[in-house]
């Protein structure tokens, strides 16, 4: 896999999120990734791994990623003036074959492709609806990127309370759903859509290597055994997801 250095232009809190911005030229697809690392001296071995993000935004020059400092490898994101990434990796969602209004749904950090995800869509004309799931309301600071969207906190101190599913006055009269945040909430966001209407779903697993060589980030599939998130996904459609 290669690796570019690439100097962190600008960097932001957002809520209790960080958002750091970097020249990044080329095509990038809403929800493909990016595995990314601090540089460090004279080789990068800390963190050995690097971690996997989703491309927050990307204007075709410049890119984004959103991220929470969950352990070592984003603490030291966090702090970094020049990081390496390698990019863009994985399936995005698919855009084109839904019809009518959309529903972008993220829980937490899973809020982050829905941002590249909603320019995209404006680009070809897809309307749609942003709905936004936090923990508490020092992350929902996060959704000020995101005017008119629906919020929920589980604490209930900002928005709805409850799961950003709560957030959503009526799933049915959307043509699309597109989700991204932890496991249960897409399992629930996949069973409140039904099977009839397109739902696309992407995928928070753990990843190693990010290229396919691990079998570190494998997920279970409807038509048996397992498929690899970093390379099959990290989007599925729904129904091909084994839970
Ligand atoms: C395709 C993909 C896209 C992602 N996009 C984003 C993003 O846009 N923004 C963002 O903040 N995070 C995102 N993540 C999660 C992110 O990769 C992890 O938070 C990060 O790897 C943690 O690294 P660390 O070294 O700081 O923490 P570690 O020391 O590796 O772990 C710290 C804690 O975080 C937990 N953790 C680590 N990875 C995950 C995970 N994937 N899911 C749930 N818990 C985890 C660990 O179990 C541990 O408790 C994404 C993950 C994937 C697979
Ligand atoms: S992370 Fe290694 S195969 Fe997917």
């Known amino acids: 896999m290669k690796f570019y250095g690439v100097s962190v232009e600008e960097r932001k809190a957002s809520g209790r999120y960080t958002v750091l911005r970097y020249r990044w030229p080329g095509l990038v697809e809403p929800g493909q990734f990016v595995m990314a690392r601090a540089v460090g001296w004279p ?23 959103l991220f929470e400092v969950r352990g070592r490898g984003t603490a030291l994101l966090d702090r970094a003036h020049k990081i390496e990434v390698s990019a863009p990796l994985g399936c995005g969602f698919q855009l084109g074959s839904s019809s009518g209004k959309a529903a972008l749904l993220g829980g937490g950090v899973g809020i982050a492709p829905l941002k590249i995800l909603g320019r995209r869509l404006t680009e070809l004309g897809v309307p749609h609806d942003v709905f936004l799931g936090f923990a508490d309301a020092p992350t929902a600071g996060a959704a000020r990127d995101f005017p008119g969207a629906g919020m929920a ?59 396919g060589s691990c079998n570190g980030c494998a997920v279970p599939v409807r038509s048996g055994g397992y498929v690899r998130s970093c390379v099959e996904g990290p989007v599925f459609r729904a129904e091909a997801l084994a839970w």
């Open 153 to 211: 906190t589980m604490d209930g101190s900002l928005g709805t309370p409850g799961t950003v599913l709560d957030a959503v006055p009526n799933l049915t009269e959307y043509g699309a759903v597109y989700a991204c945040g932890p496991n249960p909430m897409l399992a629930a966001v996949k069973r409140t859509v039904g099977p009839d209407r397109l739902c696309q779903l992407s995928v928070e697993e753990r990843m190693g290597c990010g290229n």
């Open 43 to 65: 080789v990068t071995l800390d963190p050995f791994l690097a971690r996997p993000f989703s491309f927050y935004d990307h204007d075709g020059e410049v890119a984004s990623l």
